[in-house]
């Protein structure tokens, strides 16, 4: 009896049991219509709404990063200390001179300018300068490539407005570094032209109370020696104001004991001894050292005010020519911006890329769908039981108010 029913177990142990067909493939067989409509109705919407959306173009410009030329003892130094030496450059910002320019591209000088070129604020629609900036930042992409290269990338609807606003980013910059003084050659330009221009101001101030001199007292002209003395005490005045403000510029950037300072200090102290000198007739008496008191008294305001302008314009002279020498060492010493790439109409449209919106779309709303099918399965079938069915229609009656707590 009992090795009957052992044989019965093994038997049945034996059988092959029939797999089951997966549920997931019979509810997708079973929604097939409501996944095609609603995915087809998701494509259908997107594609009409990537050929509504506005296109974008993009224009790219790149330029060389800064080119400074580093002092023959700083480069021996970072040379004899080898990998150290490297180390050293790169804590000074030495491999990174890219990062003034982006700074500087990034600027609100950079930024209104672009948009007074190109009238952004009705290009855009914005009433506030802030709101254009904020637009034309969110349409720019700077950045710098390993290789210290910087790509200047804008976005816009219009394709030629876009190549124009890359490249200006390119001349607004060159012009930025033109008034900055970024260097010491720059510190002087910079101080020389203040001085020109007060100068210049001085100079035609003297020359208004020359004329209305000569309208008061009718004398033009002097005779040849009151000339002479004239421009030479003039002279000597301009050369001693136009030293000051060398020595004072050199203390800028030098330290006291610079030689070149110090030279520069004894050789105001000599001038300033020879214009003592020439303002009182002493020393060895020439017709260039008679003081300004032995001039006729009937002449003595008009003499006044005409060495005034033979100062100012022998200073202004003397002045010009310190600008311009620091307009040119400012010239060789600056950092020159270089285009590399200069930005060209694009052909194609940047934004928007149909086929991926297309894609994401399609694959977003299959997604959906079959949740939704799989939801609406999982409800069908629990309505079919009782308990299920008696929590829901309490469910129903709290949310219409039907039921209290």
Do not use: C
């Not at 990998?83 to 209104?112: C, E, F, N, Q």
């Not at 330009?189 to 007292?217: C, G, M």
């Amino acid at each position: 009896m009992k090795d009957a029913e052992e044989i019965l177990e093994v038997e049945r142990a034996e059988e092959v049991i029939p797999p089951r067909f997966p549920d997931s493939l019979i509810v997708l067989a079973k929604r097939k219509g409501f996944l095609f409509k609603f995915v087809g109705t998701a494509l259908l919407l997107s594609i009409a709404a990537v050929f509504l959306l506005p296109k974008l173009y993009t224009a790219n410009a790149k330029i060389l990063p800064p080119q400074q030329n580093q002092s023959m003892s700083a480069t021996a130094m970072l040379n004899e200390l080898g990998p150290l030496g490297a180390l050293a450059g790169s804590g000074l910002g030495l491999k990174t001179p890219s990062d003034l320019y982006i700074a500087m591209l990034h600027s609100r000088t950079v930024a209104d300018g672009l948009i007074d070129r190109f009238s952004l604020l009705k290009v855009y629609g914005k009433e506030l300068r802030v709101d254009a900036r904020a637009k034309l930042e969110e349409r720019t992409e700077i950045s710098a490539g390993k290789d210290g290269v910087i790509s200047i990338s804008v976005d816009d609807r219009d394709p030629q407005r876009a190549a124009d606003l890359a490249n200006g980013y390119v001349q607004e910059l060159e012009g930025l570094t033109r008034t900055l003084a970024l260097t010491e050659a720059g510190k002087r330009r910079v101080f020389f032209e203040r001085e020109v221009k007060l100068a210049s101001d001085d100079l035609a101030n003297a020359e208004l109370a020359l004329k209305q001199t000569q309208e008061t007292t009718g004398l033009i002209t002097l005779d040849s020696q009151s000339r002479a003395m004239i421009e030479s005490l003039s002279s000597m005045r301009a050369r001693v104001a136009t030293q000051e403000i060398v020595v004072q510029s050199m203390r800028s950037f030098a330290t006291p004991e610079n030689p070149e300072l110090v030279r520069a200090q004894e050789e105001l102290v000599a001038m300033r001894e020879q214009l003592d000198k020439m303002e009182g007739g002493q020393g060895k008496r020439t017709f260039a050292d008679v003081p300004i008191e032995n001039v006729p008294a009937v002449g003595l305001e008009y003499v006044r005010k005409l060495r005034e302008v033979k100062y100012r314009e022998t200073l202004f002279e003397l002045l010009a020519k310190q600008y311009e020498a620091a307009k040119i060492d400012e010239a060789r010493d600056a950092m020159i911006v270089q285009q590399m790439d200069i930005a060209v109409t694009p052909e194609k449209a940047s934004w928007p890329k149909r086929g991926l919106i297309i894609a994401i779309s399609g694959i977003f709303a299959l997604l959906v769908a079959l949740t939704a099918s799989f939801w609406m399965e999982s409800m069908e079938r629990a309505k079919k039981e009782p308990l299920f069915a008696s929590k829901l229609e309490q469910f129903r009656g709290y949310v219409l108010g039907k039921r209290k707590y």
